[in-house]
């Protein structure tokens, strides 16, 4: 059975950073954790522009409401990069081994013509869960679901699956105590609740044409095995 993937382009700035870290580890450089550390920032950065900020430009939720998701989008951005910062600037060489390895198994080229891209695999049932959707979507100027509840949860539920392995993927791979664990937890889960409230007001309030835009948006990050 072929896996299913989210996958996102490297922006020339991450493609950068990202060889610039692995090459720091092949080479013993003890700057490599806050090299990947930066690039981990630039992820980040990415997926909550992807995710939040490029919705909220067709978003009708008004003027405040637009003023909390940008400093949702803000604090989610610090936080994760002052995690980084912590988690990776002094992690020790044989832990940024495996980050590497780990790193480096989530670029993938899927012969598409689309390049390398950073991905993350889907289980079958969620991957099956975004089709039933697209397929809904269908080809029209305008997607009306019958359940929107379901829509929004699709899309809570892809930005778990991006936290939990783009970020905490890498997290996984340090040997952390238990002061340590605790603070990343309590900094991941206020995250995911503030996107979760995020998306649902979000999403829920795009019309029927921009929401057709977004689906379609979002699809286009879809990838299967060759």
Known sequence: MK???IAFPL???LISKSNRFLEAVSARDNKAGALF??????LTDMLIEI????PLQQANIGSMGEKLVRICASTGAKVSHMLSAKLFNKAPMEELDKVAAHWQANLKDFQDG????ISTPIAPDFAQHIENMLQERGTSEEYIPKDMSKVVSAYEQLSDILIDDMFLGYTRQLKLGM???GVLNTGVSSVKSAIHSVMHNVIGSLHPRQLAEYVDHTAQFRSIDP
């Open 3 to 5: 896996k299913h993937y």
């Open 11 to 13: 922006s020339e700035s």
């Open 37 to 42: 550390a930066d690039a981990s920032n630039d």
């Open 51 to 54: 995710l939040l900020l490029e």
């Open 114 to 117: 689309k390049g390398w891209r």
């Open 179 to 181: 002061i340590m664990n």
